[in-house]
């Protein structure tokens, strides 16, 4: 309704981390109008989200349409099982036009 006024915001002591699926060739020229096919066989809980950023639905089918796809989120205790759990979810997507960067998460992951 575009009323942020009502919008409450609730802090969670979990960690949470995003890894961003790219299509290849992005940021230069990237691949588009490719099927995500085995996006809607991944199963989400509670804890973990997929966000749209350069989607579209064509012909009852999610493509691609931009070089930042899509956004994979997983909330845990720790930043280490949150990047455990968003990389399984993008494995499980198996889309072979796509990369993200291996590195997101070190920096606050005692590995």
């Known amino acids: ?3 942020l006024s009502e919008l409450k915001i609730q802090w969670n ?3 949470s981390l995003c890894i961003v699926l790219c299509s290849k060739g992005y940021p230069d020229e990237y691949k588009k109008n490719i099927i995500l096919k085995d ?3 991944i199963k989400l809980d509670q804890n973990t989200f997929i966000f749209h950023a350069g989607t ?3 012909n009852n089918e999610i ?3 931009g070089g930042r796809v899509l956004n994979f989120v997983g909330i845990s205790s720790s930043y280490k099982t949150s990047r455990e759990t968003v990389i399984n ?15 997101i998460g070190y920096k606050v992951i005692d590995l």
């Open 1 to 3: 309704e575009g009323n």
């Open 13 to 15: 002591k979990k960690k």
């Open 39 to 41: 996006l809607n066989s």
């Open 56 to 58: 579209k639905l064509k």
């Open 63 to 65: 493509i691609s349409s």
């Open 89 to 103: 979810l993008i494995k499980k997507l198996n889309w072979k036009y796509g990369f993200y960067r291996k590195d």
